[in-house]
């Protein structure tokens, strides 16, 4: 591993790939523990397509230690520093037959507790009871994410498919990609690798076509601090 070579992908074409940072041992007691838990919760979203847990290491924090093994915190040290924390955790399983695909897009928004009119901030949403906004720009492009894929991920099981270097092109709507110019990379990966990426990164996903699962955990990072009166809705030092 060598999170300076990573560190610079990720700036340069706003995603990177690490293999093998979680053994299969590893990957096996996260599926454990996930598969033995109550999913009738309102954080839950159960469908044929789609089955995902919402502030997932709220929900089941039996996994922190697993997924924050030393080969993650190594790398999220030597290329991020130490002063990054949790702000949002999703759990994310696409089965075998799923239909379900995300469009284009960027990830504008942030999870905070509450809707309150902040300069710079808006608009808002609200689902499933949780308050997402759009902050500044600058919160955005500090911010990473990180996605642990629980199973080998291609272009036929929804593997995310990428923009490289979008992200530096600040916010745009998916209509002005110029094709002829900006082209698109399948981000394949093995069980137990991580994507690292930026929000501002033109990302989707295609329908799954090979009868294969495709589960991943979704972890955003930040250091930012929000203004007075306006928290982020998730929080978790890791340190």
Known sequence: MNPDFNLGQLNKDGFTIVDHIYNDQEIGFILDIINKINSDKETFRKSRDLFAIRQFL???????????????????????????????????????????????HQDLTISVDRKIEIKGFGPYTNKHNQFAVQPPVNILEKNFTIRIHLDDTNE?????????????????????????VEKEVSCNLGKGGIMIMKP?????????????????????FSNQVLPDQLNWSEYLEFN
Do not use: C, M, Q
């Not at 790398?75 to 002063?83: H, P, R, T, V, W």
């Not at 990428?162 to 745009?172: D, E």
């Not at 996903?205 to 589960?215: A, E, G, I, Q, W």
């Open 58 to 104: 709220k929900e089941i924090p039996e996994t922190i230690d697993l997924i924050f093994n030393n080969n993650l915190r190594s790398l999220i040290a030597s290329s991020f520093g130490e002063d990054y924390f949790i702000v949002k955790s999703i759990y994310f399983d696409k089965p075998e037959t799923s239909n379900w695909f995300v469009a284009y």
């Open 156 to 180: 036929d099981n929804g593997a995310l498919k990428v923009i490289p270097g979008s992200h530096l092109k600040g916010i745009y709507k998916s209509e002005n990609i110029d094709r002829s």
């Open 200 to 220: 501002l990164l033109f990302h989707g996903s295609n329908r799954t076509t090979n009868s294969k699962k495709r589960r991943v955990i979704h972890l955003e």
